[in-house]
C-alpha cells in the first residue's frame, strides 16, 4: 500500500457520516463480519499488530493496515477517551477504488 500525504487535502463528509469506533479482538475475524463503522484492532500481550476496517467509499473491500513496527509500512493508532480511533499517516486504496483518506477521531477526512 502507498502511502502519499497531501497538503491539498479537503475536509468533507462522504456517504457513512456516522464515526468509526473501535473494537479489541486476539485475533483476525472471518473478513464477512466486518462492519463498516467498525475499526477492528487484532491484540495480543498489549501488542497491536493489526487495524481492520471495510474501505469507507461504499466499494465493500476490506483493509488490513499493520501496526506493528516491525514491518516496513506501519501505522499508528490513538483511541480517544470515547473510543474513537485516528490512525496516522493516511490510508490510500492503490487499486479497485483508489480511496485516499485519513482516520481521524473516527471521521473519515478525504483527501
Ligand atoms: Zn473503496
Redesign the pocket.
Known sequence: MKISSSIFCRSFKYKFPSKYKIKFLPKTPSLRIIKKNLVYIIKNNDKYYWAILR???????VISLSLSDSKDLYWTLSVTDYGYPTLTPSIK?IK????HFYLKNGDIVWC
Do not use: A, D
Not at 479497485?96 to 480511496?99: A, E, P, V
Open positions: 474501505c469507507p467509499c461504499g466499494c465493500k473491500n486504496q479497485g477504488c483508489y480511496s
